[in-house]
T-cell receptor
Framework: AQSVTQPDIHITVSEGASLELRCNYS??????LFWYVQSPGQGLQLLLK??????LVQGIKGFEAEFKRSQSSFNLRKPSVHWSDAAEYFC?????????????FGKGTKLTVNP | DGGITQSPKYLFRKEGQNVTLSCEQN?????MYWYRQDPGQGLRLIYY???????QKGDIAEGYSVSREKKESFPLTVTSAQKNPTAFYLC??????????????FGPGTRLTVL
């Protein structure tokens, strides 16, 4: 069964510092990959997604993610974090042959931003 | 503006009572989903529907029921059989492209507390 691992439960960075959130998946074929962000008490907002093609994906709010097949990873990055980026981030994976109901979420990484 | 609305935002229920959570979308999406979110657990799929008058159980359907009488609406009933219903409930929708995984878009959520 496919699974998604976000190794870091909680990360703290200073405002203006760079950020990398890790995501690893376990699946035979290259899946579809997503990153979502959730502010406290809110729904999830899609940051970016990877289906195929260029392995470096640009998203909203200045985020990007890089798909590395050899490492089964899809890490999220931002060069300079803003205080408004404080939220919880979820990586999600779906099989390439279809089946949106098979979307599997990681357990999330909570980001704290220090002034 | 197109989007997904969930109501109410907060809901309190006494043990032994059924309660229904509303989810409406005006995105003209075919598929709709209900997820449950618990702290540190990520999102778990309760039910999904790909077409009107049809729905399928997800990973944790026990104690829940749904209906899909209209394309725009997918209400979730939390029954008294659900042993631990206190959680944050998220509704999502997606277009069914038929090729690969569809991007899911989320509503703002309903927090249910059982007293």
């Amino acid at each position: 069964a496919q699974s998604v691992t976000q190794p870091d439960i909680h990360i703290t960075v200073s405002e203006g510092a760079s950020l990398e959130l890790r995501c690893n998946y376990s699946y035979g074929a290259t899946p579809y990959l997503f990153w979502y962000v959730q502010s406290p008490g809110q729904g999830l907002q899609l940051l970016l997604k990877y289906f195929s093609g260029d392995t470096l994906v640009q998203g909203i709010k200045g985020f990007e993610a890089e798909f590395k097949r050899s490492q089964s990873s899809f890490n999220l990055r931002k060069p300079s974090v803003h205080w408004s980026d404080a939220a919880e981030y979820f990586c999600a994976v779906a099989p390439p042959q279809g089946g949106s109901e098979k979307l599997v979420f990681g357990k999330g990484t909570k980001l704290t931003v220090n002034p | 503006d197109g989007g997904i609305t969930q109501s109410p935002k907060y809901l309190f229920r006494k043990e032994g009572q059924n309660v229904t959570l509303s989810c409406e979308q005006n995105l003209n999406h075919d598929a709709m989903y209900w997820y449950r979110q618990d702290p540190g657990q990520g999102l778990r799929l309760i039910y999904y529907s790909q077409i009107v008058n049809d729905f399928q159980k997800g990973d944790i359907a026990e104690g829940y029921s749904v209906s899909r009488e209209k394309k725009e609406s997918f209400p979730l009933t939390v029954t008294s059989a659900q042993k631990n219903p206190t959680a944050f409930y998220l509704c999502a929708s997606s277009i069914l492209l038929g090729i690969g995984a569809d991007t899911q878009y989320f509503g703002p959520g309903t927090r249910l507390t059982v007293l």
